[in-house]
């Protein structure tokens, strides 16, 4: 079911409370939600309440994910460019001593 | 002897990598190079052009998800599936996380937008496109051996 089914299926005044909540159920197994309306029946409500909103997909999470791959993204890149010039220094340092090694053998 | 070809050519490469360049902890071959390096022209000047109304951001967030899903399939950190199974991207561990990473985010986007296209501003919107372009724009960096 998607959200939109959901809508069409309640009364006028429950639509606005789904387009919020809504997501949060749809996502549930029904073994979850079972245990969430078990909650209700035992009149837990401030419990029941907070597993919802913890459940509950928020935009702002989602732009707080992409900026932090987008950080770890640009950190492997300068590493990765780091890693390219200390394999040049290091092959720069070893052609040196292999320099040096060719003229002391030839004389120079 | 086109497998023999192909282990010649590995072995020039390497050195050569080795020895004038540098190992890039990304490197392409076959038609994902011309792919990566025209995927970050686009997500360049698109960077420019930001913001752009809702509906264009979310058509080029689909358009980063197919790039994404495409590296997603032909990354590999094996050598040996990158010369001979068919993988077109060769990655260092940190690099293959990072695209997995993106294509995972690309498909969280549309599952989510699907089911509730107002889940996010459109300001939200361009923010994710931003970060998605520079995503590939960083990994032609990352190509090419350079700092973004």
Redesign the interface.
């Given at each position: 079911m998607t959200l939109d089914d959901l809508i069409a299926k309640l009364p006028a005044q429950f639509k606005p409370w789904a387009t919020q909540y809504g997501p949060t159920f749809l996502t549930m197994t029904a073994d979850q939600f079972k245990a969430w309306f078990q909650l209700l029946i035992q009149g837990d409500i401030y419990t029941a309440y907070r597993q919802l909103l913890a459940a509950s997909p928020t935009a702002e999470a989602d732009i707080a994910a992409w900026d932090v791959a987008g950080g770890k993204l640009a950190d492997d890149v300068i590493a990765n460019a780091d890693s390219i010039v200390l394999q040049k220094a290091a092959l720069t340092k070893l052609l040196e001593i292999m320099l040096t090694l060719g003229l002391s053998v030839f004389g120079f | 002897m086109r497998t023999l070809a192909r282990i010649l050519m590995a072995s020039i490469l390497g050195a050569a990598c080795?020895?004038f360049?540098?190992?890039?902890?990304?490197q392409t071959r076959g038609i994902m190079t011309p792919f990566v390096i025209t995927n970050a022209n686009i997500a360049t000047v698109e960077l420019g052009t930001l913001p752009v109304p809702k509906a264009q951001a979310d058509d080029s967030i689909h358009r980063n998800a197919v790039w994404f899903t495409l590296y997603r399939q032909n990354a590999t950190m094996n050598v040996l599936a990158y010369w001979f199974g068919g993988k077109m991207i060769f990655t260092?561990a940190?690099?293959y996380q990072?695209v997995n990473?993106?294509a995972a985010?690309h498909d969280?986007?549309i599952a989510?937008t699907?089911?509730?296209p107002?889940?996010?501003?459109e300001a939200?919107v361009n923010?994710?496109l931003s970060?998605?372009d520079?995503?590939a724009v960083?990994?032609e960096?990352?190509r090419e051996?350079?700092?973004?």
């Open positions: - | 080795v020895g360049a540098g190992c890039s902890g990304l260092n940190a690099l990072d990473q993106f985010l969280d986007y989510k699907t089911t509730r107002a889940l996010y501003t939200q923010h994710i970060v998605s520079t995503a960083n990994i960096k990352a051996g350079v700092k973004p």
